[in-house]
């Protein structure tokens, strides 16, 4: 019997050895490696590659055209092969304190970093990413501090006739007590589902360190598909998705903003919510930032702040035709003075002044200006990406349900 404990002993730790270099992959490369003075090195194993790059946001942008206008895109780095066959890249200084994403692209095929396992998909692509501490990124952090808690539920939309998949977010200590919250309604964009803010937006941990530092109120964040062709982000629905931008295989029988009652009826009969204008909130970045114009003027009497990312309050500003853009924007402009009449404690528009959307924006407060529409204007630098969104919203949370 000892001899078979024995036995059985040794081949537990044979095993176990096995088992870390499959894991492992033998010896282990430090990538992406933060230094102290947040200069970042980025390291790959692969001897037999003739070339390495590494693209990601931390470098110099692109400029790329496409049918909606020009926009930034990540730059490229080579890596050079030292004499191990590690292919290494260092950046020039250091990197500003924010969350990066990116990919190595080994002789004209991209990839993943196989040394950081701290990954996130985006749309369609999954990117890894790492973040630089000690300023605007340590909001993006799991601190230490209480923390709410993530749920994926599925509410009912008798718009769209299905069930569909919902993010909702409720703050520190929602379950331990009997309190009721205000309601923030966050929307993504058109590349986006339920997942990105809680994903690439790092909400749960931005409103965890904001409440922490009694900068925001304890409140619910409510995070819904903004796409009426699909019921739920790719692979969590049981009809076919096929992941590409606002696409599914299903068209969609109503629109999001004849669908949002659906949307406010679930999170009111199922969370202690204060059901009044002044405990609601919506916000989103561009599509989602349309949607948020659109919504609140469509429910004037619904929401007491509202919140334009990125994207034309005023979306007809996007129509190309000039005959259907003035008709669409007058449409719109009446809904606006229905909605000034009714009264709001915040309109909060924000873009980045390299934006493709940025001229549009511009346009859409004209008219508002017109009209004598009450709003606040943020500009940022940068264009069309999730640093500003991230941004915005760490300034406009601590800003709601005054």
């Given at each position: 019997m000892r001899n078979i404990s024995t036995f059985l002993i040794g081949l537990f730790i044979c095993a176990s050895g096995y088992a870390q270099q499959a894991l492992w992959g033998g010896e282990a490369i430090v990538s992406p490696d933060i230094h102290d003075d947040n200069s970042v090195t980025f390291r790959l194993n692969a001897p037999q590659a003739e070339k390495v790059e590494v693209t990601g946001d931390f470098l110099p942008t692109q400029k790329m055209q496409t049918p909606m206008g020009e926009y930034d895109a990540p730059g490229t780095a080579a890596l050079v092969k030292n004499e191990n066959g590690i292919w290494e890249f260092t950046?020039?200084?250091?990197?500003?304190?924010?969350?990066?994403?990116?990919?190595?692209?080994?002789?004209?095929?991209?990839?993943?970093?196989?040394?950081?396992?701290?990954?996130?998909?985006?749309?369609?692509?999954?990117?890894?990413?790492?973040?630089?501490?000690?300023?605007?990124?340590?909001?993006?952090?799991?601190?230490?501090?209480?923390?709410?808690?993530?749920?994926?539920?599925?509410?009912?939309?008798?718009?769209?006739?299905?069930?569909?998949?919902?993010?909702?977010?409720?703050?520190?200590?929602?379950?331990?007590?009997?309190?009721?919250?205000?309601?923030?309604?966050?929307?993504?964009?058109?590349?986006?589902?339920?997942?990105?803010?809680?994903?690439?937006?790092?909400?749960?941990?931005?409103?965890?360190?904001?409440?922490?530092?009694?900068?925001?109120?304890?409140?619910?964040?409510?995070?819904?598909?903004?796409?009426?062709?699909?019921?739920?982000?790719?692979?969590?629905?049981?009809?076919?998705?096929?992941?590409?931008?606002?696409?599914?295989?299903?068209?969609?029988?109503?629109?999001?903003?004849?669908?949002?009652?659906?949307?406010?009826?679930?999170?009111?009969?199922?969370?202690?919510?204060?059901?009044?204008?002044?405990n609601r909130a919506v916000a989103g970045l561009s599509m989602g930032g349309m949607h948020s114009a659109a919504i609140s003027a469509q429910y004037p009497e619904t929401f007491d702040y509202i919140g334009v990312f990125s994207a034309p309050p005023i979306a007809s500003m996007m129509v190309r035709n000039e005959d259907d853009r003035a008709k669409y924007?007058?449409?719109?402009?009446?809904?606006?003075?229905?909605?000034?009449?009714?009264?709001?404690?915040?309109?909060?528009?924000?873009?980045?002044?390299?934006?493709?959307?940025?001229?549009?924006?511009?346009d859409s407060m004209k008219k508002m200006d017109e009209i004598g529409f009450d709003y606040t204007y943020k500009e940022s630098e940068g264009g069309h990406i999730w640093r500003n969104w991230r941004i915005y919203l760490t300034e406009f949370a601590p800003m709601l349900f005054k």
């Open positions: 950046t020039s200084g250091p990197l500003a304190s924010e969350l990066y994403s990116y990919t190595f692209i080994v002789d004209g095929l991209r990839t993943l970093d196989p040394a950081n396992v701290f990954m996130i998909r985006d749309v369609a692509t999954v990117t890894s990413v790492f973040i630089v501490g000690g300023g605007q990124a340590d909001f993006y952090k799991v601190n230490n501090v209480p923390h709410g808690t993530v749920a994926r539920r599925w509410y009912d939309s008798p718009a769209l006739k299905e069930q569909r998949r919902i993010t909702i977010y409720t703050p520190p200590g929602y379950e331990s007590n009997e309190d009721t919250y205000p309601v923030f309604y966050l929307l993504h964009g058109s590349g986006g589902d339920e997942e990105a803010w809680i994903a690439l937006g790092r909400t749960a941990q931005i409103m965890d360190n904001l409440i922490a530092q009694g900068k925001a109120k304890p409140m619910i964040v409510v995070m819904p598909n903004g796409h009426t062709q699909n019921a739920s982000a790719p692979g969590e629905s049981s009809r076919d998705y096929r992941p590409a931008m606002g696409g599914g295989p299903r068209e969609a029988v109503a629109s999001m903003e004849d669908s949002f009652g659906d949307i406010l009826k679930f999170v009111e009969s199922n969370y202690r919510v204060k059901k009044d204008k002044a924007a007058d449409e719109f402009v009446k809904k606006l003075k229905v909605q000034q009449e009714n009264g709001f404690k915040l309109y909060w528009i924000a873009c980045g002044n390299t934006d493709f959307l940025y001229q549009g924006v511009l």
